[in-house]
């Protein structure tokens, strides 16, 4: 493992249809973040897991969006009756946290584009 | 929390020439200030980063400055090449990261 998975690249979908975006770590960081880009912007914090647990969550993720981590490995990132305004490269992220030399080194995926029309 | 101002947002160089970057942050707790650079359909990668107990860090062409009485920090590259050309960010965190908007520095052959 060389680096932090995101699936799927890009995703189209219809206003109202739910998506679900999967980031897969690399396997010792034990941080993981999303973070939202909007074309000409840089990324944007939506939450990030220390671990299983969730810490902290931006007032950009609406009650349409949730995230888990369910065993501190991988994590999703469902969007529930999505609009045309969700469309965005969704990022991936996750760093070595606790005090270890590289700590708040953030390590991105490419990135899951999604396309709502 | 932290707010990052980036400038300029667009960037032209001729190849051989040097480019710099500058940020400003709100945050004074922020300590750790990584830059990124972003090609085309990828996701940022880091190219280097300073923390707060250093005022100046370098890497081959490039470099970055840390003023933290005046929270500005930037990038500089020497030697432009015509690879160089991406999407640059730059970043502060403290107990998160937050990103300024970007430069899309072109450098031409």
């Known amino acids: 493992d060389t680096g932090v998975s995101q699936n799927p690249r890009h995703k189209i979908t219809k206003r109202g249809q739910n998506v679900t975006f999967r980031c897969d770590p690399i396997s010792e960081h034990n941080r993981l973040y999303w973070y939202r880009q909007t074309l000409g912007q840089g990324p944007e914090f939506l939450t990030y897991f220390q671990n299983e647990a969730q810490l902290e969550k931006s007032r950009l993720l609406s009650d349409r969006f949730s995230a888990e981590r369910p065993k501190g490995s991988f994590s999703t990132l469902e969007i529930q009756r999505t609009e045309q305004g969700d469309s965005a490269m969704y990022l991936c992220?996750?760093?070595?946290?606790?005090?270890?030399?590289?700590?708040?080194?953030?390590?991105f995926g490419a990135g899951s584009r999604l396309t709502v029309l | 929390g932290e707010n990052v101002e980036q400038h300029p947002s667009t960037l032209s160089v001729q190849e051989g020439d040097s480019a710099v970057i500058k940020c400003t942050y709100s945050d004074s707790a922020s300590n750790y200030f990584p830059w990124y650079k972003q090609e085309l359909g990828k996701g940022p990668q880091l190219i280097i980063d300073?923390?707060?107990?250093?005022g100046e860090k370098k890497d081959q062409r490039i470099a970055v400055t840390l003023n933290k009485t005046a929270k500005h920090f930037s990038l500089h590259i020497t030697e432009t090449q015509p690879e160089d050309s991406a999407v640059y960010f730059c970043?502060?965190?403290?107990?998160?990261?937050?990103f300024g908007a970007g430069t899309r520095l072109t450098v031409k052959p």
């Open positions: 992220a996750s760093e070595r946290g606790g005090g270890y030399s590289g700590a708040n080194v953030l390590t």
């Open positions: 970043a502060a965190s403290s107990h998160d990261m937050r």
């Open positions: 300073i923390r707060s107990n250093v």
